[in-house]
Each structure stands twice: as structure tokens, then as C-alpha cells.
């Protein structure tokens, strides 16, 4: 097995993150929630999404999520991931821009965007 290094601690951040939110903590409420959402669903519909869109990015950051965590043993596009994630964090920092959140509501997606940039570029 080859030594952990710092893209490793970025994928399994990123992964476990990912599928946390979308596997886990899907249908619970957070402080981070955008609007007065209280589950995921709730939080596209306060950013007034088509419902296409739930399912959409949901498979995409469900896909991201595996591929950083199935990338720490095996070849596979660990940077196309994580350029996919910084392009969906960017528009959920946006989202909660348009609904006018506070701002501590954009800090885990400003965290995620931030660990998927450094993970695109160190890749």
C-alpha cells in the first residue's frame, strides 16, 4: 500500500463529506441548510431548482464521493471529480447568495470548494 500523502487526507475528506451529506444527513436539518430548509429536498426548492435538478446533483457529488474514496486504491479520475465538485460548490455558494443566507451558511460549501481546487491542482 503506498504512503498516505496529502492528496489522500483531500480525497477522504472530500468523499466522506460528500456522502455524509447525500447518504446520511439528506433528510436532516442543519444550521447550514439553505433558507428555513430542513432536508436537502427543502433546500432546492428554497433556491427555487427544478426538481431534475436534486437528482442531478445529487448523483454527481454521490459519483465525486466514491471516486475520491474508490481513488485512494485504485486508478480512477480523482481531478475530473474534483473539478466537478468546484463548479457545484461555486453554484451552491451562489444559490444561497440568491435566497440572501447569511454567510455561515456558505462555509461548508466554501470549505468543499476550497479542498477541491487544492485537490484539482495537486492532481
Do not use: C
Not at 496529502?6 to 444527513?25: D, P, S
Not at 435538478?53 to 465525486?64: P, S, W
Not at 451562489?94 to 477541491?116: E, Y
Amino acid at each position: 500500500m503506498p504512503a498516505v500523502n496529502v492528496n489522500h487526507i483531500l480525497q477522504l475528506l472530500l468523499g466522506l463529506a460528500l456522502l455524509n451529506v447525500w447518504a446520511v444527513r439528506r433528510d436532516r436539518s442543519t444550521a447550514y441548510r439553505g433558507g428555513v430548509a430542513t432536508s436537502l429536498r427543502e433546500e432546492f426548492d428554497a433556491y427555487g431548482l427544478p426538481s431534475a435538478a436534486f437528482y442531478i446533483v445529487g448523483l454527481l457529488k454521490v459519483m465525486a464521493g466514491v471516486i475520491f474514496l474508490a481513488g485512494l486504491v485504485w486508478p480512477v479520475p480523482v481531478k475530473l471529480a474534483a473539478v466537478v465538485v468546484a463548479v457545484l460548490m461555486v453554484g451552491a455558494i451562489l444559490m444561497h447568495v440568491k435566497i440572501k443566507d447569511p454567510f455561515r451558511k456558505s462555509v461548508p460549501a466554501a470549505v468543499l470548494l476550497a479542498l477541491s481546487v487544492t485537490l484539482a491542482l495537486r492532481t
